[in-house]
């Protein structure tokens, strides 16, 4: 069985319901309303409360240990992800632009470009960390050519070519 949810509020309700009718944040106001469900005592244990805001109950145990060891302010502090440092630098970027538009020596694929990455500007960028970066900003894709076969005539392809050309002009 759920230990009940104790600890006193040090704001009031009031304060609590105003800030709640505020905030834009849904997750914000999840945790207000935890606070003013709390203090209103109409769940007796912590799981009948998880169960109605529709969170885990170690949710709520954060929640009230963060309110009772930092206050109001720290509770409604999200702090998700961290900051988004890309590897990938602007350098980088047009070093990749430029390579990727030259049809004379052309990336021969995710590996190449990674090692092309690793030989040029001397940084050590992850597979898939340059595969995604690519993909979001230059739109690329691997291009596998269609398997040929090993007794194909190259002589016999272009007799082919001539004969259908001169079908479809008569």
């Known amino acids: 069985m759920s230990k009940k949810v104790d600890f006193e509020l040090k704001e009031s309700i009031l304060e609590l ?3 709640r009718k505020k905030t834009k944040s849904s997750r914000i106001e999840k945790r207000l309303l935890f606070l003013i469900l709390k203090d209103e005592a109409k769940y007796s244990t912590r799981e009948q409360l998880a169960d109605y805001l529709n969170i885990n109950e170690a949710t709520l145990r954060i929640w009230s240990k963060i309110y009772i060891e930092s ?9 998700s992800g961290g900051p988004n440092n890309t590897k990938v630098s602007s350098n980088v970027h047009k070093g990749l632009e430029e390579k990727l ?7 021969l694929g995710y590996n190449d470009a990674v090692s092309w ?5 001397d940084i050590d960028i992850k597979y898939n960390t340059l595969r995604t970066y690519m993909k979001r900003h230059f739109g690329t894709k691997l291009k596998v050519p269609r398997k040929s076969h090993y007794k194909k005539e190259e002589q016999a392809i272009d007799v082919f070519k001539k004969l259908s050309n001169s079908t479809k002009s008569n």
């Open 117 to 121: 990455v690793k030989k040029t500007f």
């Open 101 to 107: 538009n030259d049809s004379s020596n052309p990336l």
């Open 71 to 79: 206050g109001l302010a720290s509770l409604l502090t999200i702090s």
């Open 17 to 19: 319901q105003i800030l």
